[in-house]
Nanobody, 128 residues
Framework: QVQLVESGGGSVQVGGSLRFSCVASGSTTNGYCMGWFRRAPGKEREGVAAIDRDGDLSYADSVKGRFAISKDNDKNTLYLQMNNLKPEDTGMYFC??????????????????????WGQGTQVTVSS
């Protein structure tokens, strides 16, 4: 099991940027697929981005071209760079990890049901 702790949330104006970090402990995540998810107020959780052990990426259509997921295996840390933020990006963001999991073979890995380990989340508020 992997313990995940997110950081980097906050309040930002429309068009601004934020960078999330998710530090993993308890196990190396080199062989894991990791993802970012969010839950907006009154909405269901949705997958935002994922990166698998080979470095393959997937993104939700709503964030393509604005968000970038990356991973530093030496630091056991997952990142999400978010640019050109919009009010609809407001919500609680969670990182998740799943041993194995291959983008393509297992789909886009943007379904929360594909992940076992979750962080507690970090809040983002985008205001105009």
């Amino acid at each position: 099991q992997v313990q995940l702790v997110e950081s980097g949330g906050g309040s930002v104006q429309v068009g601004g940027s934020l960078r999330f970090s998710c530090v993993a402990s308890g196990s190396t995540t080199n062989g894991y697929c990791m993802g970012w998810f969010r839950r907006a107020p009154g909405k269901e959780r949705e997958g935002v981005a994922a990166i698998d052990r080979d470095g393959d990426l997937s993104y939700a259509d709503s964030v393509k071209g604005r968000f970038a997921i990356s991973k530093d295996n030496d630091k056991n840390t997952l990142y999400l760079q978010m640019n050109n933020l919009k009010p609809e990006d407001t919500g609680m963001y969670f990182c998740a990890a799943q041993a194995g999991g291959w983008i393509g073979f297992d789909g886009d890995m943007l379904d929360g049901e594909d992940y076992k380990d979750w962080g507690q989340g970090t809040q983002v508020t985008v205001s105009s």
